[in-house]
């Protein structure tokens, strides 16, 4: 029995850290933006209220493509760098954001 528990502590401690991705992902086609760019088909988590479990999240991993995410998690102390100087506004689903130089929504982490 003890040997039993020590190997779950030790896969326990040994797990990567992307253990932290939302479970829940889907497939998004591939589609052209407005500005004619194309976008790749891909996998992405589930929409939920929070980044800390998305895959371009910093410590977690795209189980799909092996990247690591580099995005600040949502009030965390990364997150207070982005914007820095603008005026922080927030959509009506929660999602904070500033307007670029064309007028363009860029969407931050949470404060």
Same mark, same amino acid.
């Given at each position: 029995? $003890? &040997?039993? =528990? =020590? /190997?779950?502590? /030790?896969? =326990?401690? *040994? #797990?990567? #850290? ?6 829940? #992902? $889907?497939? %998004?086609?591939?589609? *052209?933006?407005?500005?004619? *760019? #194309?976008?790749?088909? &891909?996998?992405?988590?589930?929409? +939920?209220? *929070?980044? &800390? ?6 410590? +977690? ?27 922080? %506004? ?5 999602? %904070? ?13 949470? $404060?």
């Amino acid at each position: 029995m $003890r &040997h039993i =528990l =020590l /190997i779950f502590v /030790i896969i =326990l401690i *040994t #797990s990567p #850290s992307s253990a932290q991705v939302n479970p829940n #992902s $889907r497939y %998004q086609s591939g589609y *052209t933006k407005k500005n004619g *760019t #194309s976008v790749q088909p &891909h996998y992405k988590t589930q929409t +939920n209220k *929070t980044n &800390h479990d998305n895959y371009s999240t910093t410590s +977690n991993k795209n189980t799909y493509t092996g990247k690591s995410g580099t995005k600040a998690k949502d009030y965390s102390p990364a997150a207070t760098n982005y914007g820095q100087g603008k005026t922080i %506004q927030s959509g009506p689903k929660g999602g %904070q954001y500033y307007q670029n130089d064309k007028g363009k929504k860029v969407y931050v982490p949470k $404060r």
